[in-house]
């Protein structure tokens, strides 16, 4: 799936993965390629990417941790349609 970290001073993450979690306000859940449609709030916490080809880690809140790329956020939103996933993070 195409998946988008966006927060309001920049783009964070933009690149494909196979899985993603999320830490929702109602507990940590994952999504995967050909997901149904789904929106959710997102509280403080790590989105966790199984994230396919090259990933640029210059970005402070990302961190590599083995095979997967870890990003830090402090809330948001989470929308994913048609294998493609939007965070609008805070």
């Known amino acids: 799936m195409k998946l988008e970290i966006i927060t309001p001073e920049s783009g964070i993450?933009?690149?494909?993965?196979t899985s993603v979690s999320l830490?929702?306000?109602?507990?940590?859940?994952?999504?995967?390629?050909?997901?149904a449609p789904i929106i959710s709030s997102l509280k403080e916490g790590i989105v966790k990417i199984e994230a396919t080809?090259?990933?640029?880690?210059?970005?402070?809140?990302?961190?590599?941790?083995?095979?997967?790329?870890?990003?830090?956020?402090?809330?948001?939103v989470a929308e994913l349609m048609n294998n493609?996933?939007?965070?609008?993070a805070d």
């Open 23 to 35: 830490p929702g306000t109602d507990g940590v859940f994952q999504v995967l390629n050909n997901h």
């Open 53 to 76: 080809g090259n990933v640029d880690i210059s970005h402070p809140s990302i961190r590599k941790n083995g095979t997967s790329v870890e990003v830090s956020i402090k809330g948001g």
């Open 13 to 17: 993450f933009v690149g494909e993965a």
């Open 84 to 88: 493609k996933l939007i965070v609008l």
